[in-house]
C-alpha cells in the first residue's frame, strides 16, 4: 500500500469536515498525519465528557422514586394555587339571607365573576351583559341596610351606588333597592333593581342618545342596548364612555347638581 492508499484509507476512518484543508490536492501525507495528532485531545475531551455525562444520568432507583414523588407534590401545590387564583374564595352561602348578603358585598367590591358565581344559569344569562357593562362604568357602592327578608320569600337589599358614567352628568350616587329571589340550592335566580332616580336617568337617556344619533350616528347604531332597561352590554358601555364628555360639554343640562335631582 503506498502513502496515497494510506492517507486515503485514513480518511475513510477519520473524516475531516474542514474542506480547507483536507481537500486540498496541495496537503502532503506529513501534514495530513499531523492534523490528525491534533485533533486526538480534542476527541479524548469529547469522550471523557460523553462518560461523565452517562455517569450523571444514572440516577439509583431509590433516588429515582424519591425525585418523582418531590415532583408530583410540587406540581400538585401549583395547581392548588392556580385554581385558587382563578375561582371564588367565597365561601358557599348556607342559607338565602348568606346569600343575598354574598350577591351584595360582592356586586358593591365590583367582582363580576364571583357575583355571577352565586346565580342560577338562567341568571346569569340575563344579567351578564348588563354587569359587564356597569364593570366598564367601574361600578361601586355600599351597603345601606342588612338585607332582609320580604313576606314573598325573597330578599330585599339596600345600596348607595355610583359609577364613572353617571357621575359625568350629575346622576351619581344613588340608592337603589334590590329584591332577590333565592333558590333552595341559595343561588340568586332573579334580581329586581328599583333605583330612586329611574325616571332622571331615563330622561337622560333619552336626550343622550337623541345626541348619538345626530353627531355619531354610525356608533350610536352600534349601541342596541339601553341604560334604564338594564340592557347593555360592554360594548355598549365602552361606546357610551367615549361621547360622554363631548355631550356634556355641548348640553344646556348637564351636568345636574346630585343634590337637585328629584328623588321620591
Not at 476527541?43 to 429515582?64: C, D, E, H, I, W
Not at 394555587?81 to 365590583?110: C, F, K, N, W
Not at 349601541?223 to 360592554?234: K, V, Y
Request: glycine residues 4%; proline residues 5%.
Amino acid at each position: 500500500m503506498n502513502s496515497h492508499q494510506v492517507i486515503n484509507h485514513l480518511r475513510a476512518l477519520n473524516p475531516v469536515t474542514d474542506e480547507h484543508t483536507l481537500d486540498s490536492p496541495q496537503m502532503s501525507s506529513t501534514a495530513f498525519l499531523r492534523s490528525l495528532d491534533e485533533r486526538r485531545p480534542t476527541m479524548s475531551v469529547l469522550k471523557q465528557s460523553g462518560s461523565t455525562a452517562n455517569r450523571f444520568f444514572r440516577v439509583r432507583p431509590a433516588l429515582a422514586f424519591a425525585i418523582g414523588l418531590a415532583l408530583v407534590v410540587a406540581l400538585g401545590a401549583i395547581g392548588a394555587v392556580l385554581i385558587s387564583d382563578d375561582g371564588s374564595d367565597v365561601a358557599a352561602p348556607t342559607s338565602g339571607l348568606e346569600a343575598a348578603e354574598q350577591y351584595v358585598a360582592l356586586r358593591t367590591a365590583g367582582d363580576t365573576v364571583a357575583t355571577l358565581e352565586l346565580m342560577t344559569p338562567a341568571a346569569v344569562e340575563e344579567e351578564r351583559n348588563f354587569m359587564h357593562a356597569l364593570e366598564a362604568m367601574n361600578i361601586r357602592g355600599t351597603q345601606v341596610m342588612p338585607c332582609r327578608e320580604n313576606r314573598s320569600g325573597d330578599y330585599e337589599c339596600e345600596l348607595a351606588e355610583e359609577n364613572d358614567f353617571l357621575q359625568v352628568v350629575g346622576l351619581s350616587p344613588w340608592n337603589a333597592t334590590f329584591t332577590l329571589e333565592v333558590t333552595d340550592d341559595y343561588l340568586i335566580d332573579e334580581v329586581d333593581t328599583d333605583t330612586d332616580i329611574f325616571l332622571s336617568i331615563n330622561d337622560f337617556w333619552i336626550r343622550f342618545r337623541n345626541w348619538m344619533d345626530e353627531t355619531h350616528p354610525e356608533d350610536s347604531a352600534r349601541m342596541e342596548g339601553s341604560l334604564p332597561q338594564g340592557s347593555l352590554d360592554g360594548d355598549d358601555a365602552r361606546i357610551a364612555l367615549e361621547y360622554i364628555d363631548d355631550f356634556v360639554a355641548q348640553s344646556d343640562v348637564y351636568p345636574l347638581d346630585p343634590a337637585s335631582v328629584p328623588r321620591r
